[in-house]
């Protein structure tokens, strides 16, 4: 008994540090000396506004999971299903069955990005395990030049992808913790890629205030290695030319003139490019369940997100669950993450308007869900509908499974 108390002491006094440690962690995160074109922030960079374009694979911070999104992305502690292991990996110490997932965003610019996931407790249930696929797919896009700023009639497309593995843990009945691998790579016109891995890495610790659920979480996302990109279309031939087209004093043949430079052939030589970092990101939340009885669960939520590419970020979000009886639930949510990377004036400081939509409601997300038990299997579908202001909305559609 005595063992027990002091490992619960323990690991609660552990869950406190690292919820004081995380936040000075991520000013490291925001602080890190930048590479490629965002080391130089002076140029073309308003003061406080984002490197967003300037990361590499920021496909990775497409959301997953519409659950979590109708909630304003405040779902880091919340994540108990299958999408944790996008939002934080030691959610999936929650599962007690199998579960499979589909999700398919319809994204900006008719982008589509699908994501699918499978995981299974295992050793009792202390260990869940599972895998996971997302491809972002871009289409067919118009090649211009500066001679053709309309387009020369050819196109090019693009792809990326991550693949990896995850595993959550259960240290005691308070606390988990969790950890995704993963590698990502990106492709240009199928021949010009980059690749690089990266992990998540994330913990949760539950326990009750006033006899309800309040959960604490912090997590990492995305901290890996860098990508710099390479492939075929990068190869050139270099003559002996200079940039002029003319060719060097004394360029002739040794039959003719004894101290001429000697002929040779075209070299082939790669474009050099920049290094990119990836799109890292440092997240403390809490959640809690404001209401709770036999048929009606009320949960609130709020986090806060430090990126490597935009300044610091909040979220908050609610979700009322209802039971119709023992088989079928329904849910409805609505959150706000609130981003300090956009203006909100019709015009900037040197009077340049912006084009778009007003970025007013920019972050606003709502959506439901419905959850059947068949057999004993879950079968949930859920629809989140996101404002991202001038760039318009997204809508999101998952389907899970649990057997």
């Not at 519409?66 to 999408?83: F, K, L, P, Q």
């Not at 490597?308 to 979700?319: D, F, L, N, V």
């Not at 912006?354 to 606003?364: A, E, I, Q």
């Not at 991202?388 to 999101?396: E, I, M, Q, T, V």
Request: no cysteine; net charge neutral; hydrophobic share 40%.
């Amino acid at each position: 008994m005595l063992n027990r108390v002091a490992t619960r002491i323990f690991l609660t006094a552990g869950a406190i540090l690292a919820f004081t440690v995380i936040p000075l962690l991520a000013q490291g995160v925001a602080n890190q000396d930048y590479s490629g074109l965002d080391k130089y922030p002076e140029q073309g960079r308003a003061k406080g506004l984002s490197f967003v374009g300037v990361r590499a694979a920021e496909f990775l911070t497409i959301p997953v999971g519409a659950r979590g999104i109708g909630m304003g992305s405040a779902y880091t502690a919340v994540a108990d299903d299958i999408t944790a292991m996008w939002w934080n990996p030691a959610g999936l110490g929650f599962l007690d069955k199998k579960e499979m997932m589909l999700n398919v965003v319809d994204y900006t610019m008719d982008l589509t990005y699908s994501y699918a996931a499978f995981a299974s407790p295992v050793a009792d249930g202390n260990l869940v395990l599972g895998g996971f696929f997302g491809y972002l797919d871009v289409p067919d896009i118009e090649i211009t030049t500066v001679n053709n700023p309309e387009g020369t009639g050819n196109f090019y497309n693009a792809y990326d992808f991550q693949m990896g593995a995850s595993m959550a843990y259960t240290l005691s009945d308070r606390f988990i913790a969790g950890l995704s691998a993963k590698y990502v790579h990106q492709d240009v016109m199928g021949n010009i890629g980059g690749s690089a891995f990266a992990i998540d890495a994330g913990a949760i610790y539950h326990s009750e205030l006033a006899g309800r659920e309040i959960k604490f979480a912090f997590a990492i996302q995305n901290l890996g290695t860098n990508i710099t990109m390479s492939g075929p279309n990068l190869l050139a031939a270099v003559g002996a030319e200079d940039r002029n087209g003319n060719l060097p004093t004394g360029y002739e043949e040794f039959s003719r003139d004894p101290y001429a430079f000697s002929r040779r052939n075209s070299r082939q030589v790669y474009y050099k490019t920049n290094t990119y970092r990836l799109p890292t990101t440092v997240k403390i939340a809490v959640s809690y369940n404001v209401l709770t009885s036999e048929k009606t669960n009320w949960l609130v939520t709020g986090e806060l997100w430090r990126p490597s590419y935009i300044p610091i970020s909040y979220s908050a979000g609610t979700e009322l669950t209802y039971n119709f009886d023992i088989v079928t639930s329904a849910s409805v949510r609505m959150g706000w993450m609130i981003q300090t990377d956009e203006y909100t004036e019709s015009a900037d400081q040197f009077g340049y308007t912006y084009l778009g939509k007003d970025p007013t409601f920019r972050g606003l997300s709502f959506g439901g869900g419905i959850q059947r038990l068949v057999y004993g299997r879950a079968l949930t579908f859920n629809y989140a509908y996101k404002n991202k202001g001038r760039l318009s909305a997204d809508n999101f559609f998952t389907v899970r499974f649990a057997f």
